[in-house]
């Protein structure tokens, strides 16, 4: 059976660097469609979009990571989700493939993609925590049972990556880390400003804890 591969990409402001993004997974083969979450930007990320010929999901204001990619699985088709952030820098077709391939053959029903060989600080914090990694290959069907076990998920600001993780353990999913040699991303700090930034990194740091916390208490209370 053909399994269609829709990548989803959320975006805010991130006119600058979706565009190299978007120019590597045209190249995968393997992807049938691509879908940019615009989470309510006041730059130009959606007629950038636009531009490099991919479909956008426009939000009308910034719901976060979490509601933009369950909004972009609830409003597109496609048997295995492939899940990238907007301000990759050195992402490769073939890092695109390999996210993919075990999902087409069966031989995993998550795959997590890990950061190595690249910058220093986005490595490390990947090895301290790969758990929280954003690049991620998944089947529809994972989505479909988290929204079915609660409804409100997309509403709850946590961090997607936690939800995954956490329903991975509970639904016993094959996980399959997959190296991304050379791959980063962009650091918050460098597109907002130190204090910006490092004000940025601290909400997310918390609404990871929190989001933790309560899916655990609620996974184990199950």
């Not at 469609?33 to 991919?54: C, H, L, P, Q, R």
Request: proline residues 2%; contains cysteine; charged residues 30%.
């Amino acid at each position: 059976m053909c399994k269609k591969v829709v990548c989803l990409i959320p975006a805010y402001n991130e006119e600058k660097r979706i565009g190299a993004v978007l120019d590597v997974v045209k190249k995968c083969e393997l992807v049938d469609e691509i879908f940019v979450i615009d989470d309510g930007s006041v730059d130009k990320t959606a007629e950038v979009a636009a531009k490099n010929g991919v479909r956008v999901l426009r939000l009308e204001k910034n719901m976060g990571k979490s509601y933009a990619i369950f909004y972009g699985v609830e409003n597109t088709q496609g048997d295995i989700i492939l899940m990238l952030d907007a301000d990759l820098v050195n992402l490769k077709v073939e890092d695109v493939e390999n996210l993919i391939r075990p999902l087409l053959e069966d031989k995993a029903d998550m795959t997590v993609g890990i950061f190595s060989e690249g910058r220093f600080s986005t490595d490390l914090a990947q090895k301290i925590s790969p758990f929280l990694s954003g690049q991620r290959g998944i089947k529809r069907w994972i989505f479909e049972k988290i929204l079915e076990s609660r409804r409100d998920i997309k509403d709850l600001g946590y961090a997607i990556e936690i939800i995954l993780t956490e329903y991975a353990k509970k639904f016993n999913l094959r996980v399959l880390t997959v190296p991304l040699p050379k791959v980063s991303h962009v650091m918050k700090e460098e597109k907002l400003g130190f204090i910006k930034g490092a004000q940025h990194r601290m909400k997310m740091y918390s609404d990871i804890i929190k989001g933790y916390v309560n899916l655990k208490k609620s996974r184990d209370g199950q």
